[in-house]
């Protein structure tokens, strides 16, 4: 038998020895870039790299307008305000996401009403949105969660069968690809998020994509105080009068969700950088996960045939403890993680029971009355495949573990059959 690292053995990486490759990824040219804003003293306010990072990614995209914002909150926030969803509005969302999804719908005050997920891709189930469908329901908010794929094909039809909108959260999706067409091109507004763990990133930072005018306009004035809109890059908008707007007052009330040039400006090259990234990521994710397919006891997520390009948040796939000895997932991440020198986590918590979505702690904000208090209690959802999936089946690791070597991958998938060689020992 050999000795687990979790146990004081030798790990099949040493990550000092050998770091993974790091996140985030920069060199001169961002510290040039960000030296030229510093020098320009044009900080924010719809600067020239803002203007650039929306064009490019625009074009990335394939879509008419990028509208670049602080974060893949505000986005989101944002999205939903741009449709017009508010009060007596409800909005469907997969119970397991980040608790921001659900956040921004309260914040606006809808209701968020949480569905279950398929426990193949870990996101939304199609038929479970259909069967929350009321006269109320105005939006679907599908997640592709880590490096899933929502059924975009069956969300279009319901969405449209219904009329509603559909907002993308793209947070983990930077350049994914379903059919052909980008995560954010699908539905009618895509909302990315730039975190510093995200596959895009600037530190903090998001944008909405859309190809709707209208959508655009809104969605401009909703990050810039409600100003008129001064121009979206990429259109015959000023046709269409956007770039009319001083003696028409005000387009709408809102705050301030810019995003500085600093941001922008670390966001070109980024972007620059992405598609070589992606399709190393894509590489190494299908060789992993051809070789799990081949391991006792773990299951690759699946990948739809209609994902013609996929992009990572995190690498997932899904532990069986009764093919692996009985072993707990904890026990199974903790190993891995001392393994592989890079952390094996679990998915986030459901959002029925999750520590950081507690809309009831906010009765001044989301009091609306005693209806909707109780509306957006999320204990009153029930999502047995997210409970299940959190506890039972996820494992997790940062994006970085893909953009190493095809050897890297071959050493996770070594480290997995080494701890079920030795399994016995963490019982
Ligand atoms: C699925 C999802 N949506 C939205 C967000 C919010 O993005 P941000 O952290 O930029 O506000 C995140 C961030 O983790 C996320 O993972």
Redesign the pocket.
Known sequence: MTKLAVLGGVPMRDAKANPWPQWPVWDEKEEKALIEVLNSGVWSYNGPKEAEFNKAFSEYCGVKYSISAA??????QMALEACGIGVGDEVILPGM??Q??AATIADVNATPVMVDICDDTWCIDPKEIEKEITPRTKAIIP?H?YGSFCDMDEILRIAKEHNLYVIE?C??KHGGEWDGKKAGSIGDIG?F???L??GLTAG???VVTTNNFELAERLDALRNCGRRPIGLAGDDDVDKGAGVYSDQGNFCQSGNFRITEFQAAILVEGLKRLPAQNENRDKNGMHLNSLLAELPGVTPMRRDAKETKEAY?NFAFRYNKDEFKSLSIEKFREALTAEIGIQATASYEPLNNCNLYVPLTKPARHKLNDQYWSEIDPSRFNLPVCDRIYKEESVCIHHKVLMGTTADMDMVAASIQKIYDNAEALI
């Open positions: 974060n893949g909150t505000v986005t989101l996401t980040w921001a999804t997640v969660l959260d947070a983990h909302s998020s730039f975190q763990s995200k903090e930072g998001g948040f």
